[in-house]
């Protein structure tokens, strides 16, 4: 494999970014932070908040250490965590770090059959979870394997199986089984090596079974220092973090929080981040696109007058960015006219989201670039990223200094970009994985001999050093002429459409492209009462001429100056959406396209029949 394209930047400096390990930033985040709150979280289904202090960190974590090693684990052996966010989660990983355990996260969202694979595959001895319906999870998966694993539970308000031990008890096990346990527990942390494998993360992947990614205490270690550099953080700032820890885009930024004593707070859960953000008022938080997507949309919803005034405000935002991005100062009238439309709206959506917010970061998927300026307009800019979980996961951001919009931004410190063959976006620097567990060959097919990591995205470098996506090499349609069709970008521009909740771009190896698209419904819903149409039931809405004309109008409306061959021909129309549950999404949001496409092989298929030739809008209910 090799490079065609040599534009790289900035110049790969391994000195910049001494090796380290994370048990190596846990301690010494806890030696400086002390008893400041490290955590915080809900109890229960209110609004009450409890927290834990460094010092209880420490405490808690060598505790459950040797309680670990109470139990005949240690250096090398492999343990997992199947649970939801909570301080647990990140207890029991440090824990697993500090004595030398590679531990192996699960998305609790994962089927029996799927944790089984994981289990299997990398050999783990032991699992975290949260309550019994993890613990079942685990135990029929243990069966599937033929292999008995051991369980700890974190909490629940069912007693535990047989043999499985609480994690109060394991703790107390731990603290009693511990002999001077202080500097045992500090000399075992300080036992890791920079290049000793830290975890095993699975890819969620949209093809295929997924592979075990290898990370050093070093490649994460060295990201976190490097994004510390970038991203400004404080001492006693508050985080919202509702991104599964299981994803590593999540946890290298709470590695990174951990380190700069940033107060971590965990939202109730995903369903629930409006309301958490409203009483944890963070500063700070990490998310995918999706979220972003949904408060924009939800913001968009606005009824009568309000419509009227937000989407005012929105153009009136837009001219005020546009100068501000492009380093001028906005005029004086847009100046007065943005003033008023801070005082209509913006300053309305700051308050929703707490009130204190100095910027999000965004990975994980693209973000469309209008929905990433309206934040930006509303005083709430989100610094979108890039990296995969093979690089730990960061290789570029944008930056209060370095912003430009419907890019990823530039590389971070320590970090080489390349342009390879095909317009392959190549990565070498600390981050790049150590391997894929147990798989030699695909670890040679993504990392050439010279370094250089493969990730399968295709991008394009502007002159200022600056990324920006263009689509996954797995994902870029080639029609039956012979085009290539990006389809990623199509998607951020529909999704861009107050009436367009989500939205696939099909057609590889056809004559021609097509789309299915998920409607708006809220928003649909309101326009056809005003229209005089029936919007009681989604199958009747969605058939209904006038409402197939209206959002094939507004598909064309978006895609007006694309070339006749990245235009879709055909429109789905979609009542339900796209989720993680019914495996359209991987657990970090991303479309699986090949599921996508078994699950509406019927209607796709029409599409290029003949005696549909004239339809242009079709709908599946």
């Known amino acids: 494999m090799s490079a065609v394209d040599h534009t790289s930047h900035p110049a790969y400096d391994q000195d910049d970014l001494p090796p380290g390990t994370l048990a190596e930033l846990f301690l010494t985040a806890v030696e400086k932070h002390g008893d400041r709150l490290a955590y915080q979280y809900f109890p229960d289904e209110g609004r009450h908040l409890e927290g834990i202090t460094f010092d209880e960190v420490y405490e808690i974590v060598s505790a459950a250490a040797a309680g670990l090693q109470a139990l005949g684990l240690g250096s090398g052996d492999k343990v997992a965590i199947l649970a939801e966010n909570s301080p647990e989660w990140a207890l029991a990983d440090f824990a697993c770090l500090c004595v030398g355990i590679l531990d192996v996260p699960i998305y609790s969202t994962l089927t029996i059959s799927q944790v089984a694979y994981i289990l299997k595959n990398s050999e783990v001895q032991l699992v975290f979870v949260s309550d019994i319906s993890q613990v079942r999870k685990v135990l029929e998966a243990s069966r599937q394997i033929e292999r008995d694993v051991r369980v700890v539970m974190f909490g629940s308000t069912e007693p535990p199986e047989d043999g499985v031990l609480e994690w109060r008890n394991f703790l107390e096990h731990g603290r009693n089984a511990a002999v001077d346990s202080d500097k045992a527990f500090r000399a075992k942390a300080l036992e890791a090596g920079p290049e000793d494998v830290a975890t095993i993360l699975y890819t969620s992947g949209t093809t295929g079974d997924p592979k075990g990614v290898m990370l050093t205490h070093h490649n994460i270690s060295s990201n976190v220092r490097s994004i510390t550099r970038i991203l400004p953080s404080t001492t006693g700032d508050t985080s919202l973090v509702f991104l599964p820890l299981s994803h590593v885009f999540q946890r290298t930024g709470s590695y990174f929080h951990f380190s700069c004593g940033v107060i971590q707070t965990f939202a109730h859960s995903m369903f629930t981040v409006a309301e958490d953000l409203m009483v944890v008022r963070p500063n700070l938080a990490n998310s995918v696109p999706r979220l972003y997507e949904k408060m924009y949309n939800t913001i968009m919803e606005a009824r009568g007058i309000k419509k009227k005034v937000v989407q005012w405000a929105r153009k009136v935002g837009e001219a005020w960015a546009d100068e501000k991005l492009a380093g001028r100062e906005p005029s004086g009238a847009v100046k007065f006219m943005y003033a008023i439309a801070d005082f209509l709206v913006f300053r309305q959506i700051r308050s929703a989201m707490g009130g204190r917010v100095r910027y999000f970061v965004s990975g994980g998927a693209p973000l469309a670039p209008a929905i990433n300026r309206f934040f930006f307009s509303a005083g709430i800019p989100i610094y979108e990223g890039y990296g995969l979980t093979e690089t730990s996961p960061g290789t570029n951001f944008n930056t209060p200094e370095h912003f430009r919009i419907g890019t990823v931004g530039r590389p971070i410190p320590g970090t080489e970009i390349r342009i390879g063959e095909g317009g392959e976006i190549l990565v070498r620097g ?63 521009r529909l999704k861009g459409d107050d009436f367009i909740e989500q939205a696939v771009m099909l057609g590889d190896r056809r004559s021609y492209c097509v789309v299915l698209v998920v409607p708006g419904f809220p928003n649909l819903e309101a326009w056809a009462r005003k229209s005089g149409i029936s919007a009681l039931d989604k199958k009747l809405l969605l058939e209904s001429k006038p409402v197939q004309e209206y959002m094939e109008a507004r598909v064309q409306a978006r895609l007006d100056d694309l070339a006749k061959y990245e235009k879709p021909k055909k429109i789905g129309l979609i009542a339900a959406p796209f989720t993680v549950e019914d495996g359209t999404l991987t657990p970090t949001q991303k479309v699986k396209r090949g599921v996508v496409e078994e699950k509406y092989r019927d209607l796709i298929d029409a599409f290029y029949e003949e005696e549909n030739f004239d339809q242009t809008v079709f709908v599946e209910v």
């Open 430 to 492: 600390p981050q790049v994985m150590k391997g894929y567990y147990e798989m030699p060959e695909a670890t040679a097919k993504a990392i050439d001999a010279d370094g250089w990591f493969y990730t399968g995205d295709v991008g394009e470098i502007d002159e200022d050093g600056f990324l920006r996506i263009t689509d996954r090499i797995k994902d870029i349609i080639v029609t039956a002429g012979g085009k290539n069709v990006a389809p990623q970008p199509i998607e951020n």
